[in-house]
Nanobody, 123 residues
């Protein structure tokens, strides 16, 4: 069982930056691929980025490519989402998720979810 806890959300002006963190419990963190997703009210949760267990492979949604960077520190059981050049359309609740094995952009393939952290980008 993996428990996830996000932090780092907040209010930022357009063009600014934030770093989200997701701390995981458990001793086999490196065996889990991790993903970041986001959701706004009335819309489906959407894929943002994912990273393999070793950190060697990363994937991004087209909407954030070049602006966001996902990384992980397996010694600290933590995954990060570095968000630069933020836009008002990035406003959402951001969730981290874990799945055993390879990465995926699909929410239904993740078994463990955090509670989410709000990111609000003002124009």
């Amino acid at each position: 069982q993996v428990q996830l806890a996000e932090s780092g959300g907040g209010l930022v002006q357009a063009g600014g930056s934030l770093r989200l963190s997701c701390a995981a419990s458990g001793r086999t963190f490196s065996g889990f691929s991790m993903g970041w997703f986001r959701q706004v009210p009335g819309k489906e949760r959407e894929f943002v980025a994912s990273i393999s267990g070793s950190g060697a492979y990363t994937y991004y949604a087209d909407s954030v490519k070049g602006r966001f960077t996902i990384s992980r520190d397996n010694a600290k059981n933590t995954v990060y989402l570095h968000m630069n050049s933020l836009k008002p359309e990035d406003t959402a609740v951001y969730y981290c998720a874990a799945r055993w094995g390879g990465t995926s952009p699909y929410t239904y393939e993740y078994d463990h979810w955090g509670q989410g952290t709000q990111v609000t980008v003002s124009s």
